[in-house]
């Protein structure tokens, strides 16, 4: 069955989360450098049906775009190129970061651990998919 793919972009780094394949729970995948994504996502989906891409959407508070909002809308683009068959879905990212931090404390991870940027990547796009799917 195939899964549900969540990306949390970011200049440097991007933050990946994945469905089981019942789409019942949403898990940290990886995180990848940002230029090596579209290499990551080519090998990940020639071992795993990719069912649709959610990509975390950066908005200001009041709505409007961010510096990081094109560079979420090329990262776009670019799917629609190298995965054509696969729908991509843009949702809301806004204070997935805080949350993830947040859910880090609260699940007990240590301060050093906590200030891994790339574990904070993960966990946003974990919450990104859970908000997606409703969970």
């Known amino acids: 069955m195939p899964r549900i793919l969540a990306i ?3 200049a440097k780094r991007t933050g990946l989360a994945v469905t089981d394949p019942l789409k019942i729970i949403a898990s940290a995948l990886e995180t990848v ?3 090596t994504l579209i290499a990551y996502l080519q090998q990940y989906t020639k ?3 990719v069912e649709a891409f959610v990509v975390g959407l950066p908005k200001s508070l009041d709505g409007s775009d961010t510096h990081a909002t094109a560079l979420v809308n090329k990262l776009v683009e670019t ?3 190298h ?3 696969i729908p991509v879905h843009l949702h809301d990212e806004r204070f997935t ?3 993830a931090v947040q859910a880090m404390i609260a ?3 240590k301060k050093k651990d906590r200030q891994v940027k ?3 990547d993960k966990i946003s796009a974990v919450i990104i998919l859970q908000s997606f799917m409703g969970i």
Do not use: R
């Open 8 to 10: 949390d972009y970011g």
């Open 33 to 35: 450098p940002s230029e």
């Open 47 to 49: 071992t795993e049906q």
């Open 79 to 81: 799917l629609k190129v």
């Open 83 to 85: 995965f054509a068959d």
């Open 97 to 99: 970061s805080k949350m």
């Open 107 to 109: 699940g007990g991870m």
């Open 118 to 120: 790339g574990n904070i």
